[in-house]
């Protein structure tokens, strides 16, 4: 109880953008765990610190990390484990200003999220997606993708993706200057065309300009 109490308050401390103080309460988190002995809760608790050390942009310790869960995931036939240990190896290549390397591991977080039937988090990867399109240079496709993830995100009233301050920052890091590449109007007619563009159409517009080119 104390441990699954410590994870809760690292999440709170993680939504209110303190990534540090989340850090410190997941790392105890863990502690308790390994003295439980149970292996899947040992990953979960990584799997959580793994999250915060992708918030704070530590990508020397995130991508060991990482995939080391997503290893552990796969064998504990955990599909949340896998999908968000991808998500930080994807998190890791932006930090890295390495966008087409995170293309590739979005969509396969993406793939992953919708495994376990996640729409939501299937959107943030999708932006992900869309950002690694959008410093790549390919503007028009990435804001396209954007526009459809947005559109899902409305629909399910999720704010998270506007409100995790790492997240908005790489958004304003990746997709700002893409809009300004190819101007206000283009920008915004392929937003709306992704929008209007539906969720299943969305999905499959994804792993299309994720494919290798």
Request: with cysteine; proline share 2%; net charge negative.
């Given at each position: 109880?104390?441990?699954?109490?410590?994870?809760?308050?690292?999440?709170?401390?993680?939504?209110?953008?303190?990534?540090?103080?989340?850090?410190?309460?997941?790392?105890?988190?863990?502690?308790?765990?390994?003295?439980?002995?149970?292996?899947?809760?040992?990953?979960?608790?990584?799997?959580?610190?793994?999250?915060?050390?992708?918030?704070?942009?530590?990508?020397?310790?995130?991508?060991?990390?990482?995939?080391?869960t997503l290893a552990e995931g796969r064998a504990l036939g955990e599909p949340k484990f896998v999908h968000y240990?991808?998500?930080?190896?994807?998190d890791c290549a932006l930090w890295r200003d390495e966008p087409k390397k995170a293309v590739r591991l979005y969509a396969d977080s993406l793939r992953a999220a919708l495994d376990?039937?996640?729409?939501?988090?299937?959107?943030?990867?999708?932006?992900?997606?869309?950002?690694?399109?959008?410093?790549?240079?390919?503007?028009?496709?990435?804001?396209?993708?954007?526009?459809?993830?947005?559109?899902?995100?409305?629909?399910?009233?999720?704010?998270?993706?506007?409100?995790?301050?790492?997240?908005?920052?790489?958004?304003?890091?990746?997709?700002?200057?893409?809009?300004?590449?190819?101007?206000?109007?283009?920008?915004?007619?392929?937003?709306?065309?992704?929008?209007?563009?539906?969720?299943?159409?969305?999905?499959?517009?994804?792993?299309?300009?994720?494919?290798?080119?």
């Open positions: 109880e104390l441990a699954l109490a410590l994870e809760s308050i690292g999440w709170s401390h993680f939504v209110a953008n303190d990534y540090t103080e989340a850090l410190r309460s997941m790392e105890e988190c863990v502690e308790l765990y390994r003295e439980l002995g149970s292996k899947k809760l040992i990953t979960r608790g990584r799997v959580a610190v793994g999250q915060m050390l992708a918030a704070l942009g530590d990508v020397e310790r995130t991508e060991p990390l990482a995939r080391e240990s991808l998500h930080y190896l994807a376990y039937g996640n729409d939501m988090e299937a959107a943030i990867e999708m932006q992900g997606v869309a950002m690694g399109l959008a410093g790549s240079g390919r503007e028009a496709e990435a804001l396209r993708l954007f526009g459809a993830s947005c559109a899902l995100l409305e629909e399910v009233q999720s704010t998270f993706a506007d409100e995790i301050a790492f997240w908005v920052n790489f958004k304003k890091r990746y997709l700002t200057p893409a809009r300004e590449r190819i101007g206000a109007e283009a920008a915004e007619k392929a937003e709306q065309e992704g929008r209007a563009m539906g969720w299943e159409r969305a999905i499959a517009y994804a792993f299309e300009l994720a494919a290798p080119r």
